[in-house]
């Protein structure tokens, strides 16, 4: 099995690597020596804790945010009657994603910056007198990563509509349940799959994110993706990039489990 | 009353539920949504023909930023050149279609392994290939660059011979997430297609080789060329991996644009930013129409 052998040397090897490197103590230059130390864990889970928070944080709000924006968007797409207007809808939803994420991320700089455009009309209509500081902020990061996995939110939940059969909503209404009732026991259990496609799709990015808090986020907004990034350079500190990483899988690791449990009991119910 | 009757009522009753269900949020939820998706692309083009230099506010029309990337003449102090950007394209290029050939043919072997084998530890393997589609990138692209100093490192212990990142770690990496889409992708088709084929082909006196390339083969290649295709976007669009798996000289396009990016927001770089969309735009609207006629025609 060529392919298996494959996986094998450059992804399950690495990182074991990777594993072992996080367990080593720091070097010159950064590198990993022995002997053996849980001091780059210590420091992950003591001084780094905020940033380690933040990210979490940070990946929980994008998925709120995506999930409360894009739950909605997916209906619409879905309850659109004519065929090429559905496709349009969901056209223009995928289209800018076509596009490379660095560009796309940039483009946000354009409009928070301090002389950018948010604060260039804002102070045209004399709003404000003084720019707002929006760049290099967390908000500015929330902003970015709600913008870049927005769609993988959207799709999969695009897909459990596309199957939910509406005759159901009739069904619950006719036996007197309300709005709401309808949508909480009836809609939403049966788009639940998508809804946790969509939640594990975009937290699991959003935790590793480092291109959007790089370009829009300076320091306040730094997230453990830049932390191990900042770790790679000269002055780095290769065993705890390490560790933040292997913390950083174990978290993702997490949300998957949460996310086939989930999985699992929505299909068995 | 008619079936077709029946059906149009159902739909208007359907879709009187749905609007009362959401009631105006979902008017202007989609409103919202779309303008958030699309004001920061529009605004990048717009401000790419500014005549000042500000994104602050638009004083007039001019190609003059075009005309600057076309004749080299890019502020002073930033690093650009044309003929630098052309020559990351063509890296770009270069890495995509080595990694996008071997990652198709290892991704093809193993949906298929898959999709008709039974062997000892296949779902583990289901596990395996499923991990590098949904780790964050970064994890990857570290663990990859490290492994390569490691290695690197063993090989100079042992041979003396210095080894540096450059295409073969970049092709690597590449291969290695490359593989899992390419097999999502095959297995897929597999999957759709009809397996009673194969037994007719070899109860018909076909060997396992003749079934493969004449019913199989033909009959999964749409889903293979969809595959490489995916795999070769991809590996463009690539940027935190290749970033942590690169040489000197070897800067691929977006890493160059990431360069660029972060020095300031010039003019120069909106334009650019612009061609580039364009160009993707297009090149993905391609391997679509593409696609479409593979799934027609089969």
């Known amino acids: 099995m060529p392919t298996a052998l494959w996986l094998l040397v450059f992804f399950v090897l690495p990182l074991v690597i990777v594993l072992v490197v996080s367990l080593m103590s720091r070097g010159r230059g950064g590198v990993a020596q022995l002997p053996l130390t849980l001091q780059h864990y210590e420091r992950t889970f003591g001084v780094f804790s905020i940033i380690l928070w933040r990210s979490l944080g940070l990946a929980g709000l994008t998925t709120v945010i995506c999930l409360l924006v894009g739950y909605p968007l997916a209906f619409f797409i879905s309850t659109r009657r004519r065929r090429i207007v559905q496709q349009v809808a969901l056209f223009l939803v995928i289209l800018p994603f076509w596009t490379n994420f660095l560009i796309r991320t940039y483009a946000w700089r354009i409009l928070l910056g301090d002389e950018g455009t948010i604060n260039g009309v804002l102070r045209a209509l004399s709003i404000i007198s003084e720019p707002l500081q929006l760049l290099n902020t967390q908000f500015a990061v929330l902003v970015g990563l709600v913008y870049g996995f927005l769609p993988f939110m959207v799709l999969p939940i695009f897909a459990s509509v596309e199957r939910f059969n509406f005759r159901y909503v009739d069904a619950a209404r006719d036996l007197g349940a309300n709005e709401t009732r309808t949508f909480l026991r009836v809609v939403l259990p049966l788009t639940m799959p998508g809804v946790l496609a969509g939640c594990a799709l975009v937290f699991i990015p959003s935790v590793g994110a480092f291109v959007t808090p790089d370009l829009l986020g300076g320091t306040k907004g730094l997230m453990i993706g830049n932390l191990i990034n900042n770790q790679f350079g000269g002055s780095g500190n290769m065993p705890l990039g390490s560790a933040l990483s292997i913390v950083m899988m174990g978290v993702v690791m997490l949300s998957l489990l949460v996310y086939v449990f989930g999985n699992r009991r929505q299909t068995g119910a | ?298």
């Not at chain 2, 023909?49 to 890019?74: D, E, H, M, P, R």
């Open chain 2, 1 to 298: 009353m008619s079936a077709q009757a029946l059906v149009n009522e159902g739909a208007l009753r359907r879709n009187r539920r749905v609007k009362r269900l959401g009631g105006l949020g979902l008017w202007l939820n989609p409103l919202v949504a779309y303008f958030f998706l699309w004001a920061p692309i529009l605004v990048l083009v717009l401000f790419s023909f500014n005549q000042s230099k500000s994104v602050a506010s638009f004083t007039g029309f001019t190609l003059q930023w075009y005309s600057n990337i076309l004749n080299n003449v890019v502020g002073a102090e930033s690093a650009f050149s044309t003929e630098l950007m052309l020559n990351a394209f063509r890296n770009s290029l270069f890495v995509g279609t080595i990694a996008t050939a071997i990652a198709t043919v290892l991704g093809a072997m193993i949906a298929l392994a898959m999709a008709r084998g039974s062997f000892p530890g296949k779902r583990l393997l289901d596990g395996l290939l499923f991990l590098p589609v949904v780790i964050p990138e970064i994890t990857q692209a570290i663990s990859l660059a490290i492994f390569f100093k490691v290695a690197f490192d063993w090989m100079h212990l042992l041979s003396g011979e210095r080894m540096f990142p450059g295409f073969h770690t970049i092709i690597m990496a590449h291969v290695t997430f490359n593989i899992s889409y390419v097999a999502i992708v095959v297995r897929a088709r597999l999957a759709d297609m009809d397996p009673t084929l194969e037994e007719a082909a070899s109860d018909l006196g076909a060997n396992p080789w003749q079934t493969f390339w004449r019913v199989t083969f033909p009959l999964i290649l749409p889903g293979v060329v969809a595959g490489a295709l995916l795999a070769f976007t991809l590996s463009l669009d690539d940027f935190v991996i290749t970033f942590f798996t690169s040489g000197v000289g070897t800067t691929t396009l977006p890493v160059f644009v990431y360069g660029l990016l972060k020095l300031t927001v010039t003019p120069e770089v909106n334009a650019i930013s612009t061609i580039m969309m364009l160009l993707s735009t297009f090149l993905v609207g391609i391997s679509l129409a593409l696609q479409g006629r593979g799934a027609s025609q089969s």
